[in-house]
């Protein structure tokens, strides 16, 4: 089984409008983390946000936010307000056991292509 | 601040030829390094990663292989290329003490192999 799937290749959005783009995850483990990356045409990752399963409340950065809902075992980021240079492709992934040890590998999934439009 | 380096930034190699892309940290030290290959439309598969000088951890088996001489340095290599090698190589770091164990991630190496 994918320990991380994101089921939408590819959405739209209209300018200065909300998304979200979905991931579910699959472990075991009661202590992990969850990233988002966006990665332009550049090829460049960028790491968007982050949220430990210990964390009580949702990771918010700026224009994104994580809707984390851990019984569903989902991580969802949100964007708010989207901006032509949001258009990017967008992967969501899982850490494996508790930070700050030796659990250094991250799982990515497939990813979602995002395009703004004006 | 920190700042990761990876070149070439691309590459067109012919099938059976060696290889050899380097990626090199500033900024920190003792890092965890990372290399990853994404093939078109697809996600990051780990291929190496390493903890520490001569420390190297294989993910995939195949007829790559990778290197860390130096603390920052990260050396991915073959000795002779498939077509199947093709793709989008990203070298990564990540800080032993940081809460997140968040990677950072270079620009990136395009490798074509005819």
């Known amino acids: 089984a994918q320990k991380i799937t994101q089921t939408q290749p590819g959405m739209f959005v209209q300018e200065k409008e909300a998304v979200t783009l979905d991931c579910t995850y699959d472990?075991?483990?009661?202590?992990?983390?969850l990233f988002w990356y966006k990665q332009p045409s550049s090829g460049e990752m960028i790491f968007l946000i982050y949220?430990?399963?210990?964390?009580?409340q949702n990771a918010t950065e700026g224009r994104y936010s994580l809707n984390f809902q851990k019984a569903r075992k989902s991580a969802n980021l949100v964007i708010s307000a989207s901006q032509l240079g949001d258009s990017a492709m967008y992967f969501c992934?899982?850490?494996?056991?508790?930070?700050?040890?030796?659990?250094?590998?991250?799982?990515f999934g497939k990813g979602t292509l995002l395009t703004v439009n004006p | 601040s920190q700042t990761i380096h990876q070149w070439p930034a691309t590459l067109v190699q012919p099938v059976g030829s060696p290889l050899s892309l380097e990626c090199t940290v500033e900024?920190?030290?003792?890092?965890?390094l990372y290399w990853y290959r994404q093939a078109a439309g697809r996600g990051l598969q780990l291929l190496f990663y390493?903890?520490?000088?001569?420390?190297i951890s294989s993910e995939v088996p195949q007829n790559l292989s990778a290197s860390r001489p130096q603390d920052r340095q990260f050396i991915l290599s073959s000795k002779k290329l498939l077509l199947s090698d093709s793709g989008f190589y990203l070298c990564?770091?990540?800080?032993?003490?940081?809460?997140?164990?968040?990677?950072?991630f270079g620009p990136g190496t395009r490798l074509t192999v005819l």
């Open positions: 390493s903890v520490g000088i001569g420390q």
């Open positions: 949220q430990g399963s210990y964390d009580e």
């Open positions: 992934a899982m850490r494996e056991g508790p930070s700050g040890g030796s659990n250094y590998k991250l799982t």
């Open positions: 990564a770091w990540s800080g032993d003490g940081d809460s997140y164990n968040e990677q950072f």
């Open positions: 900024g920190t030290s003792n890092p965890n």
């Open positions: 472990t075991s483990d009661q202590s992990y983390g």
